[in-house]
């Protein structure tokens, strides 16, 4: 099971840190990930982090202001958010890569994942 946590409502340009507790015992041999899904629109990859938490992949338009981490003794996963914009807003879920290995690759679309956590809203204000 996935548990995110730490949305909440922020100003434009404001930060906020959501954490992703796991209660399994795959997580520290699973990339994990960040996917958020905006209002009315498709849930999107937002970031992903290798199991020793030493390679991350990000989305091309949020690289550079969202940084992914883990920490594997407490099977938790974190999304740092930094200067938020009101296209930010949305639910954002945690999620476990299926796959054990993935060659020369990041897993981004939504079926390479499984045991979706049910989300954390972050409302960003204009």
């Known amino acids: 099971q996935l548990q995110a946590s730490g949305g909440g409502l922020v100003q434009a340009g404001g930060s906020l840190r959501l954490s992703c507790a796991a209660s399994e015992r795959t997580f520290s041999t699973r990339i994990m990930a960040w996917f958020r899904q905006p209002p009315g629109e498709e849930r999107e990859f937002v970031a992903a982090i290798a199991w020793n938490g030493v390679a991350t992949h990000y989305s091309d338009s949020l690289k550079g202001r969202f940084i992914i981490s883990r920490d594997n003794p407490k099977n938790t996963v974190y999304l740092q958010l930094n200067s938020l914009k009101p296209e930010d807003t949305g639910v954002y879920f945690c999620?476990?890569?299926?796959?054990?290995?993935?060659?020369?690759?990041?897993?981004?679309?939504?079926?390479?994942?499984?045991?979706w956590g049910q989300g954390t809203l972050v409302t960003v204000s204009s």
């Open positions: 999620a476990r890569a299926r796959e054990t290995v993935y060659d020369n690759y990041w897993p981004t679309a939504q079926y390479e994942y499984g045991n």
